[in-house]
Every structure is written in C-alpha cells, then in structure tokens.
C-alpha cells in the first residue's frame, strides 16, 4: 500500500525529467532498494518515457551533420591565441584582430523541402476541417436548390390560383 502511494505521488516521474531535488533523489534511491514494486515502477517509467522521445524524435536533414562536421573541424584547426591578448589593456587589438580573421562565422541551414511539418495530430483536425467543409458545400448546394424548385412551386400554385379566381 504505501508502495503504490508512493509512487502515485509523482516523485517518479520528476525523477526520470530530472526535476526532482536530492532529497527526493535520496528517499527515491532508498524506495528502490526496499520495494521492487517501485524499482519496477521507475523501470517502466523510464521505458515510458524513452518509447516517447523515440516516436516524437525528428530526423535533421541528411547533410546538417556534414556542416556541423566541417564547422568543428574548423574550430579545431583555428591557432591558439596567447592569453595575454584577453588583458584589459588589449580590448582594441582584440577585436580588430577578430575582425580581420573573418569575422564571426555561422553555420548555414539549408531544407531541402519546402513544406511546412505538423505534429500528427494537426493533420487529422486539418483533415476533419476539411471534410466537415465539403459536406457544408454539400448541403448549402442542396438546400440551395430545394428552395429554388420551393420557390417554382409557389409560383406554380399562385398562377394556379389566379387562374381559378378568373
């Protein structure tokens, strides 16, 4: 019973997002040892959770690792500075001589696709608000054209009824 107080309490859950605070870590770390029911628990959750960021995970474009390659190469072969150049006295030079070594250097992202990505479930109420808008069309259309023979059939009857008066 207090097994599953316990991990009801969503000290669990904390711990596994890392928000927990070291005592909880500590008390948590003691739970763990006495009660299998919790380490089993904290197992789950942990499987839970990494199931989550697996499925949720998003590819990066196939030559971003290629960029992000090249840039840490990059900064690995720059020369070392000499530290004496970050004293107070040598601000001037310093950022002259950055700017005459190229200036700052950024990474280029580039997609390859020009659509936009939505999260699985906005596709579907996408595709529900576009459904639901082909049967209003449809019934608007329908309805349109039942008042207008409506409309004939008065006009039917009124004739019909002046000619009656006659």
Not at 13 to 38: D, F, I, Q, R
Not at 126 to 146: P, R, S
């Amino acid at each position: 019973m207090i097994q599953q107080q316990y991990i009801d309490s969503g000290i669990l859950e904390a711990y596994v997002t890392g928000s927990a605070t070291e005592a909880e870590v500590e008390e948590l770390m003691y739970m763990k040892a006495k009660y299998p029911e919790v380490n089993f628990a904290l197992q789950q959750l942990e499987l839970d959770m990494e199931h989550i960021a697996q499925t949720m995970a998003v590819t990066p474009p196939a030559k971003s690792w290629d960029k992000i390659s090249e840039t840490i190469d990059e900064l690995i072969l720059r020369p070392e500075y000499d530290p004496k150049q970050f004293e107070p006295g040598a601000e001037k030079t310093n950022y002259q001589n950055f700017r005459t070594e190229g200036g700052p250097q950024f990474i280029e992202v580039e997609s390859e696709s020009s659509h936009m990505r939505i999260h699985k479930t906005w596709k579907w109420v996408f595709a529900a608000v576009f459904v639901l808008g082909k049967i209003f069309l449809g019934c608007a259309i329908y309805f349109y054209l039942a008042n207008r023979q409506a409309q004939q059939q008065v006009e039917e009857l009124k004739t019909e009824l002046r000619q009656l008066k006659k």
